[in-house]
Antibody
Framework: QVQLQQWGAGLLKPSETLSLTCAVYGGSFSGYYWNWIRQPPGQGLEWIGEITHNGRTNINPSLKSRVTISVDTSNNQISLNLRSVTAADTAVYYC??????????????WGQGTLVTVSS | SSELTQDPAVSVALGQTVRITCQGDSLGTYYANWYQQKPGQAPVLVIYGKNHRPSGIPDRFSASSSGDTASLTITGAQAEDEADYYCNSRDSSVDHVVFGGGTRLTVL
């Protein structure tokens, strides 16, 4: 059974860089889309972007200028960097495995989530 | 880019049937997937593709679609079904993921 475990700093100051890592345990790393999704407090889900095991990325255009997603296949991990954060980036950040047979990805399973707060 | 629209809140009496909808241009071409999220927890996939339930999801959850609207139906809602429900699909033009704004389901 695949499990995703994520970690990273939970409190940042404006203009700093958010860095999160997600490790995949118990399943294949290749053949899937590995995603980052966030959820501001009391709000809905926002897709940040995805990466495949061979490093191909696909990023939400609204965040593309500030986001880097990378993969470490030797450790079955993905990472998210979000530069120049502001209070608007305060959210719970999730990693999730994306699958598709045609068209839309579905996400299963999800990591436990990491609350990242941006405050001066 | 495409957007998916959900009603902010829906309520259902215990044991009755409820439909949660998701509307968007891309749904005329692509299926919606559905997630359940309870307070303080990560979302859980309940329906994917045309109408597939992951292992462990009760068969009272089902999905359908018509035109640009996808629906999640809970037949015989239980108290434990009270949660936020989100749909997702893809943009109609580019291979980007989109989520609906979510529907809060209250079981009365």
């Amino acid at each position: 059974q695949v499990q995703l475990q994520q970690w990273g700093a939970g409190l940042l100051k404006p203009s700093e860089t958010l860095s999160l890592t997600c490790a995949v345990y118990g399943g294949s790393f290749s053949g899937y889309y590995w995603n980052w999704i966030r959820q501001p407090p009391g709000q809905g889900l926002e897709w940040i972007g995805e990466i495949t095991h061979n490093g191909r990325t696909n990023i939400n255009p609204s965040l593309k200028s500030r986001v880097t997603i990378s993969v470490d296949t030797s450790n079955n991990q993905i990472s998210l960097n979000l530069r120049s954060v502001t209070a608007a980036d305060t959210a719970v950040y999730y990693c999730a495995r994306g699958l598709t047979t045609w068209g839309p990805r579905w996400f299963d399973p999800w990591g436990q989530g990491t609350l990242v707060t941006v405050s001066s | 880019s495409s957007e998916l629209t959900q009603d902010p809140a829906v309520s259902v009496a215990l044991g009755q049937t409820v439909r949660i909808t998701c509307q968007g241009d891309s749904l005329g071409t692509y299926y919606a997937n559905w997630y359940q999220q309870k307070p303080g927890q990560a979302p859980v996939l309940v329906i994917y593709g045309k109408n597939h339930r992951p292992s462990g999801i009760p068969d009272r959850f089902s999905a359908s679609s018509s035109g640009d609207t996808a629906s999640l139906t809970i037949t015989g809602a239980q108290a434990e079904d009270e949660a936020d429900y989100y749909c997702n699909s893809r943009d109609s033009s580019v291979d980007h993921v989109v989520f609906g704004g979510g529907t809060r389901l209250t079981v009365l």
